[in-house]
């Protein structure tokens, strides 16, 4: 029986396999089985995506991040909020690993993927990457063409010719950039508008079809009509990916998010700082109800 080709990245979603994938040297499936089986019907991903379990991290000696357990939702926009310091960006960067490329940083606790725990030593910090994309805070179009920049993670996966291009394509429109720049592939990305730029990273963040998107302060040097593209972006792409969104800007989070996870500065002994997480509740209680007194403080600006 001749296999099926795969789905185009035109028509496929991002992919929801077994996080076993994840792993440096997976088993190897037996290569007979004597009694055949049906094919089993394929199991609905889990709610849960991430499990943060007494979370620390350090650079070198000095402790960022304190004790933080969460769980993130499928399919939803979880908000990091709080005033500079409080170590969001470094919460935000444990999910893929990003943090492993700064010298003296280590991490303490669980971080768990569908319930692999991303810092094993079998886990491989490439394909955490591809599964777990990213998009920083001011746009890093590659000094290459519009279309070769999307074309990166496709190229790097091992594509066809024509598989990249429906990637590219795909990835655009994903974005909500193909109208705007379909007759402009080969023209340099720094040729893009801020906001535009912004959206090729996107794009390029989504073409190798990952499962969840980081994004830290994404609009954050863009001009109020680029962020209200950004924000419509988001709250479409939420309907195929996770996204983590780190942003200073407590209105947006209140816009976009499902749920938001406000963090801090805990003055220890000697006067030593740590960030940790203050509350996590859907977005509308920690933006009217919030629990604790120091989330209503910054909230009503009365605590930077």
């Keep these: ?33 004597a009694v055949e089986r049906a094919a089993p019907e394929p199991e609905t991903p889990p709610e849960t995506v991430f499990e943060l379990v007494d979370l620390h991290v350090y650079y070198s ?4 991040l304190e004790a ?6 499928r399919n939803e926009v979880t908000a990091f909020i709080g005033p500079s310091g409080c170590g969001k960006t470094t919460f935000l960067r444990c999910f893929n690993r990003m943090n492993d490329l700064i010298e003296g940083a280590r991490v303490e606790g669980g971080v768990y993927y569908y319930g692999v725990d991303l810092y094993d030593d079998e886990v491989d910090p490439v394909e955490v990457r591809r599964r777990i994309g990213m ?16 074309a990166y993670g496709p190229r790097l996966a091992g594509m066809s010719k024509s598989d990249v291009s429906d ?22 990305a720094y040729s893009l508008s801020g906001g ?16 969840v998107v980081l994004m830290d302060e994404p609009c954050s040097a863009l001009d109020p009509i680029a962020t209200a593209h ?8 939420k309907t195929d990916y996770t996204i983590l969104i780190v942003t200073h ?15 801090s500065v805990r003055t220890g002994d000697h006067g030593l700082r740590a960030g940790e997480l203050v509350e996590f509740a859907p977005t509308e209680v920690i933006f009217t109800n919030p629990e604790n007194p120091r989330t209503e403080a910054y909230i009503t600006g009365r605590m930077g």
């Design 1 to 33: 029986m001749t296999e099926s080709p795969p789905p185009s990245p035109a028509t496929s979603s991002p992919s929801t396999s077994s996080p076993a994938t994840l792993r440096r040297t997976d088993a190897r499936v037996a290569p007979h089985i």
């Design 61 to 64: 000696t000095f402790l960022a």
């Design 68 to 73: 933080v357990n969460l769980e993130i939702r």
């Design 135 to 150: 998009v920083f805070q001011k746009p890093n179009p590659f000094p290459k063409t519009v279309f070769d920049n999307v």
């Design 167 to 188: 990637a590219v394509e795909w990835a655009l429109q994903r974005s909500a950039l193909w109208n705007e720049v379909k007759d402009r592939l080969k023209a340099s």
């Design 196 to 211: 535009q730029q912004q959206r090729l990273c996107i794009a390029r963040a989504i073409a190798v079809e990952p499962d």
């Design 230 to 237: 950004i924000e419509e972006l988001i709250a479409e792409l």
């Design 249 to 263: 800007n407590m209105q947006q989070a209140a816009r976009i998010s499902d749920r938001t996870a406000f963090f």
